[in-house]
């Protein structure tokens, strides 16, 4: 089955700075990587995804990056602010298969900006 | 509106009892599912529902049966908690099972 691995675990950057988390991920037919933000108590959002037809896709502050060769993705927040403090989810699913819109997540990342 | 909502919020209660947790979406969507996320915040997906359907069923103990009487709705009962079951449980749904997956604020189940 897919395995994903993120880093770092934590990550902790001064308000205005880039904040750049990745993760790889095993299974070659994956095709659907979205990034999740949780904040503490609350649900996870939906921030971006990409499908692998694309090799970048940006939605202002953030983007996320590619890498299908080498398996793996990257979420990208420029000008971090204090309410980006939250924990990040990468994900991989292998959409439109038979895995049914199984989701597999990385273990997360805390996000700390300061200000 | 909440787009997906899940009731209780809060569950708390003692091993070897039944609870259920209920969840219904307001989006149309045809595919339904529950994550538990656990004290390390690891989420894992247990169950999937299409058109009330199973379609996805992770190795998860048979004392959680879901349970899907229409596409707006899935529900989860837990038989004889466990303390391991201490959770934060999440609902979700898509449109269908290749979309964007959208999540309830979940249930925070505490087994005493």
């Known amino acids: 089955g897919e395995n994903v691995e993120q880093h770092p675990s934590t990550l902790s950057v001064q308000e205005g700075d880039s904040a750049v988390i990745k993760c790889t991920y095993s299974?070659?037919?994956?095709?659907?990587f979205p990034w999740y933000k949780q904040e503490l108590g609350k649900r996870p959002q939906l921030i971006i995804d990409?499908?692998?037809?694309?090799g970048e896709k940006k939605d202002q502050r953030i983007a996320v990056t590619l890498n299908k060769t080498a398996k793996h993705f990257s979420l990208h927040i420029t000008e971090t602010q204090p309410e980006d403090s939250a924990v990040y989810f990468c994900a991989a699913e292998r959409a439109g298969g038979t895995s049914y819109g199984k989701l597999t997540f990385g273990q997360g990342t805390i996000l700390t900006v300061h200000p | 509106d909440t787009a997906v909502s899940q009731t209780p919020k809060y569950l708390v209660t003692q091993m070897g009892n039944d609870k259920s947790i209920k969840c219904e979406q307001n989006l149309g969507h045809d595919t339904m599912y529950w994550y538990k996320q656990d004290s390390k915040k690891f989420l894992k997906i247990m169950f999937s529902?299409?058109?009330?359907?199973?379609?996805i069923n992770e190795t998860v103990p048979n004392r959680f049966s879901p349970k899907s009487p229409d596409k707006a709705h899935l529900n989860l009962h837990i038989n004889s908690l466990e303390l391991g079951d201490s959770a934060v449980y999440f609902c979700?749904?898509?449109?269908?099972?290749?979309?964007?997956?959208?999540f309830g604020d979940g249930t925070r189940l505490s087994i005493l």
């Open positions: 299974d070659s037919a994956s095709n659907y």
């Open positions: 979700a749904s898509s449109l269908t099972w290749d979309q964007p997956q959208h």
């Open positions: 990409i499908r692998s037809n694309v």
């Open positions: 529902y299409n058109n009330k359907e199973l379609i």
